[in-house]
């Protein structure tokens, strides 16, 4: 079976430094990959998509940046963090045919003072 | 510029009560998801639902799908407190690179009081 894991679970950083996520899945190969923000009690934002290895589609300008450098691995990371980074982050995957839903990992809450 | 709104965006009802949450989409697409999220933790996929007129049923929740109405609606029977959550729908949209990305509602906080 497919598993996803992202981490850390939690994270708290000052305002300007550095950040990495990151998230793997396993059990499935060439997996449509996907980051998303959720602010506190809001809905969903879309940040990258990635349909390979180096791919990667921005949805939204902002200083954070996505890497895939292998398969099943997904990158999240800012070179400086703003407070407005702060949120929960949710890496995503799909086989990316009509009709498949995605699954979420466990997610990564992270402040930014 | 496509959207997918929910109502209501909050809902308190009584255990034992049935209610509706409603999923609008802007978009002529014919597939349809939705999710549960407790508090603090990940989504977890509820329904898909892949056609006009699709019905999808899991214990207390079911979910339809009208594609010409572009509307969605999970029903909740004889709620109990175990479905206090946020429900999201989305719908996806089919991209130029061959996959799809897929937009969330806004979400309907549900608490279910004993």
């Known amino acids: 079976s497919q598993t996803i894991h992202q981490w850390p679970a939690t994270l708290v950083q000052p305002v300007g430094s550095p950040l990495s996520l990151e998230c793997t899945v396993e059990?499935?190969?060439?997996?449509?990959l996907y980051w998303y923000r959720q602010a506190a009690g809001r809905g969903l934002q879309l940040l990258f998509y990635s349909v390979g290895i180096g791919q990667i589609s921005s949805e939204v300008p902002q200083n954070l940046s996505a890497s895939r450098p292998q398969d099943r691995q997904f990158i999240l990371s800012s070179k400086k963090l703003l407070l407005s980074d702060s949120g929960f982050y949710l890496c995503a995957w799909s086989v990316g045919l009509a009709g498949d839903t995605q699954y979420f990992g466990p997610g990564t809450r992270l402040t930014v003072l | 510029e496509l959207k997918v709104e929910q109502n209501p965006l909050f809902l308190s009802m009584q255990e034992g009560k049935n209610y509706t949450i409603y999923c609008n989409y802007s978009?002529?697409?014919?597939?349809l998801y939705w999710y549960r999220q407790d508090p603090g933790k990940s989504l977890e996929s509820l329904f898909v639902?892949?056609?006009?007129?699709a019905v999808k049923q899991e214990g207390r929740l079911m979910a339809s799908l009208d594609t010409k109405a572009r509307l969605s609606t999970l029903h909740i029977t004889a709620a109990v407190h175990d479905l206090s959550a946020t429900y999201f729908c989305?719908?996806?949209?089919?991209?130029?690179?061959?996959?799809?990305?897929?937009?969330f509602g806004t979400g309907t906080r549900l608490k279910v009081l004993a």
């Open positions: 978009t002529t697409s014919d597939r």
């Open positions: 059990g499935t190969s060439n997996p449509n």
């Open positions: 989305a719908v996806d949209i089919y991209l130029t690179s061959g996959t799809y990305k897929y937009i």
């Open positions: 639902l892949l056609s006009n007129g």
